[in-house]
């Protein structure tokens, strides 16, 4: 009989564990740690472990997000190299900058706990309703009740809340969509995806003001460009650099041909001065005398234009007119 036992090799952490203390093992691993925000009763929705909160309905959110991303990248892709060329190399910098603080300023807004109060414990809603209810009934509610207290000698009524179980502190009310009492309750923006309010009020005022900024930059960088690109904006940049047409498309003064000395020399630096002197100068005489009469003795052909010597007066009216422009551009800046 004992020949024909087999002998298995027995494990010894298996003598050492009792099905009793395996079975709360299985317990203790079933029953993990919670985070308060995997049972948080209102409408909630919840990432990276609880650190950042959305309303349930934040659909709107990434339209928000998509079209400021969007108009600012047209900004930056079509606008900024024209009006780099043209003007500032600035004018992205500041725009990126703005660009920057209205998505940081929208996100803090949008993740931020907007001041959620939490609901009153079982043993406290208990409480608060044996004093409220007194009908004995469990269907019933009776109006909503209120307490006063003062604040700077003014009455305040405290309005008692039937979903969260408590008298709501002063400036907060119930927001439907999220299902949650807030504190200082603003409103609730569909736009940023929360509620706006105690803790989250300061990023949604900076979001506004830094967009209206960026809104208006954007607009007026779009004008500059259009009214630069047509012929009205195009003569303003000629007169405002005293260059003319021919200069400006030969690029006779640009430094893209490499001279050395590749400024303007016909330009006095200010642009007040060159719009006096293009537009407001005296008016230089004809060198042509069109009307006059021709001598008896003269030959009728017209001379060709190599053959014609310019006057000696000539030379020495344009250098005066030359003076009296550079003498009314002063005054005029004076």
């Known amino acids: 009989m004992m020949k024909n036992c087999e002998y298995q090799q027995i494990d010894p952490r298996a003598l050492s564990v009792s099905p009793s203390s395996a079975q709360n093992h299985t317990e203790k691993k079933?029953?993990?740690?919670?985070?308060?925000?995997?049972v948080f009763p209102g409408k909630n929705r919840f990432f990276c472990d609880g650190r950042i909160i959305l309303a349930r309905q934040s659909g709107v959110l990434p339209l928000t997000l998509g079209l400021i991303i969007v108009t600012c990248g047209l900004?930056?892709?079509?606008?900024?190299?024209?009006?780099?060329?043209?003007?500032?190399?600035?004018i992205p910098v500041i725009g990126g900058v703005l660009f920057v603080f209205v998505v940081i300023s929208l996100l803090r807004t949008s993740f931020t706990d907007p001041g959620i109060?939490?609901?009153?414990?079982?043993?406290?809603?208990?409480?608060?309703e044996k004093q409220i209810d007194t009908s004995g009934s469990s269907t019933y509610r009776p109006p909503p009740r209120t307490k006063e207290i003062l604040i700077n000698q003014q009455?305040?009524?405290?309005?008692?809340?039937?979903?969260?179980?408590?008298?709501?502190?002063?400036r907060t009310s119930h927001c439907s969509l999220c299902d949650n009492c807030v504190e200082r309750f603003d409103h609730h923006c569909?736009?940023?995806?929360?509620?706006?309010?105690?803790?989250?009020?300061?990023?949604?005022?900076?979001f506004i003001i830094s967009l209206s900024f960026l809104t208006s930059f954007i607009f007026g960088c779009v004008i500059t460009h259009i009214t630069l690109r047509s012929q009205a904006g195009f003569h303003t940049y000629l007169v405002a650099s005293n260059l003319t047409?021919?200069?400006?498309?030969?690029?006779?003064w640009s430094s893209k041909r490499g001279a050395e000395d590749s400024g303007n020399p016909y330009s006095y630096n200010s642009i007040m001065t060159n719009c006096c002197v293009?537009?407001?100068?005296?008016?230089?005489?004809?060198?042509?005398?069109?009307?006059?009469?021709?001598?008896?003795?003269?030959?009728?052909?017209?001379?060709?234009?190599?053959?014609?010597?310019?006057?000696?007066?000539?030379?020495?009216n344009d250098t005066h007119m030359e003076e009296n422009c550079q003498d009314f551009a002063l005054s005029c800046t004076a």
């Open 75 to 90: 900004f930056f892709a079509f606008d900024c190299p024209f009006l780099v060329e043209h003007l500032t190399v600035f």
């Open 155 to 170: 009455v305040v009524k405290l309005k008692y809340c039937f979903t969260c179980k408590m008298f709501r502190p002063p």
């Open 117 to 128: 109060l939490p609901r009153a414990t079982p043993d406290e809603a208990a409480d608060i």
């Open 30 to 38: 079933a029953q993990r740690p919670r985070r308060k925000w995997e």
């Open 190 to 206: 569909p736009w940023v995806g929360n509620c706006v309010g105690k803790r989250n009020y300061r990023f949604f005022y900076s």
């Open 245 to 252: 047409t021919n200069e400006d498309i030969k690029g006779s």
């Open 278 to 316: 293009t537009l407001c100068g005296p008016m230089p005489p004809s060198l042509i005398d069109r009307r006059g009469l021709l001598p008896p003795d003269e030959a009728t052909p017209a001379a060709s234009a190599s053959d014609i010597e310019l006057p000696l007066f000539a030379a020495k």
